[in-house]
C-alpha cells in the first residue's frame, strides 16, 4: 500500500489565485481529514469526511472547501488564497473499528501566498 | 470545546538521558490520547497511545502515563538516541467522533 499520498509537495500561489490539494488513500479508510500546521502551533482540524458523500466543517474552515465523492479521494480547494493561508497541509485517514482512532498522515504540502 | 496544552515546547537532553513531555486536556469525555512523532519533512506518525481505561502503558524505550483525575497525561522517553530527535504531538479525542486535537508539539533535541 502506498498510504496516504499528497500531491503537490509544494506551492507558491498569489493572493486570489484558486487550487486543489489533492489527497487519495488506498488503505479503504472511512474516515479523512485535512489538518493545516502553523510554526508553533500543532495541527488545526480544518474538514473531515466520515464516507463518501459526508463531509463536515473542523475547527478552521474558512476559506476552504472540500468534498468526497469516493472513498479514495478527499479533495481540498483554496479559493482566493490569502497571505493567512499560508501553512503546511496534511492529510490523514482512519480506519472504521473498535481500535480504529490511529490517523495515518500524507507527507504533506507546503503552501505559499504572496 | 476540548483545549490540550502541551509542555515543554522545546527539550534538550543529552544523549542517554530521558525525556519527559506533559500534556493537559480540558474534556473530561476525552478517551484516547496519542503521541506522534513528526520527523522534518515528514507527516506525523502514531508511535504510542494509551485510552482512557489504562493507567499507563510502555513499548520499548517509549512510555505514556495517564491520570485521569488530573486530566494530564505524559510521553517518557528512556535512554535517548539522536534519531529521537524530531517534533512530538500530543492529542485527545473528545466523546464525540474521531477527531482529535493536538497541542502546539515539543520540539525534542538530542545532543551526542
Known amino acids: 500500500n502506498a498510504g496516504v499520498t499528497q500531491t503537490p509537495k509544494f506551492r507558491i500561489l498569489k493572493i486570489g489565485q484558486s487550487m486543489t490539494l489533492q489527497c487519495t488513500q488506498d488503505?479503504?479508510?472511512?474516515?479523512m481529514y485535512w489538518y493545516r500546521q502553523d510554526p508553533g502551533m500543532g495541527l488545526k482540524l480544518i474538514y473531515y469526511s466520515v464516507g463518501a458523500g459526508i463531509t463536515d466543517k473542523g475547527e478552521v474552515p474558512n476559506g476552504y472547501n472540500v468534498s468526497r465523492s469516493t472513498t479514495e479521494d478527499f479533495p481540498l480547494r483554496l479559493e482566493l488564497a490569502a497571505p493567512s493561508q499560508t501553512s503546511v497541509y496534511f492529510c490523514?485517514?482512519?480506519?472504521?473499528?473498535?481500535?480504529?482512532?490511529?490517523?495515518?498522515f500524507g507527507p504533506g504540502t507546503r503552501l505559499t501566498v504572496t | 470545546g476540548e483545549n490540550v496544552e502541551q509542555h515543554p515546547s522545546t527539550l534538550s537532553v543529552q544523549e542517554g538521558d530521558s525525556a519527559v513531555i506533559k500534556c493537559t486536556y480540558s474534556?473530561?469525555?476525552?478517551?484516547?490520547f496519542p503521541w506522534y512523532k513528526q520527523e522534518l519533512g515528514k507527516g506525523p506518525q502514531l508511535i504510542i497511545d494509551i485510552r482512557s481505561n489504562v493507567g499507563e502503558k510502555k513499548d520499548q524505550r517509549i512510555a505514556v502515563t495517564l491520570n485521569k483525575t488530573a486530566k494530564h497525561f505524559s510521553l517518557h522517553i528512556t535512554e535517548t538516541q539522536p534519531e529521537d530527535s524530531a517534533v512530538y504531538f500530543c492529542a485527545a479525542n473528545p466523546e464525540y467522533g474521531n477527531k482529535l486535537v493536538f497541542g502546539a508539539g515539543t520540539i525534542l533535541r538530542v545532543k551526542s
Open positions: 488503505m479503504n479508510h472511512n474516515y
Open positions: 490523514a485517514s482512519t480506519p472504521v473499528g473498535l481500535r480504529s482512532n490511529e490517523q495515518y
Open positions: 474534556d473530561s469525555a476525552s478517551n484516547y
